[in-house]
């Protein structure tokens, strides 16, 4: 079945950077879209980022400039390039999936989830 797996979550200081990766397994056409979510404790999910299969990407402002979502080298894989990071950037980051398989039309649909990895950024 699908599984997105996660990695490059760690401890970085403040003005480090990390990279995450994300890559869906067990589908074997395009995405619609991919995306990074993230969640402190005691706060709301936040989407930090997604891409389109069309390349198109979005930022929430706070990382703009900071952090780069690009396409990974093999279908259906994203690269997080986080630099410059902030300890407002602690969290669990998340890689979301819409993987439709016959229209990726209207809005995104992330129905499938990583597990999460840590970001904790420290000062």
């Known amino acids: 079945q699908v599984q997105l797996v996660e990695s490059g979550g760690g401890s970085v200081q403040a003005g480090g950077s990390l990279k995450l990766s994300c890559a869906v397994s067990g589908y074997i056409f395009r995405a619609c879209g991919m995306a990074w979510y993230r969640q402190a404790p005691e706060k709301e999910r936040e989407l930090v980022a997604s891409i389109s299969s069309d390349a198109t990407t979005t930022y929430t402002d706070s990382v703009k400039g900071r952090f780069t979502l690009s396409q990974g080298n093999v279908k259906n894989t994203v690269n997080l390039q986080m630099n410059s990071l902030m300890t407002e950037d602690t969290a669990v980051y998340y890689c979301?999936?819409?993987?439709?398989?016959?229209?990726?039309?209207?809005?995104?649909?992330?129905?499938?989830w990583g597990r999460g990895t840590q970001v904790t950024v420290s000062s």
């Open positions: 979301a999936a819409d993987l439709r398989p016959l229209t990726c039309s209207g809005e995104r649909q992330y129905k499938f």
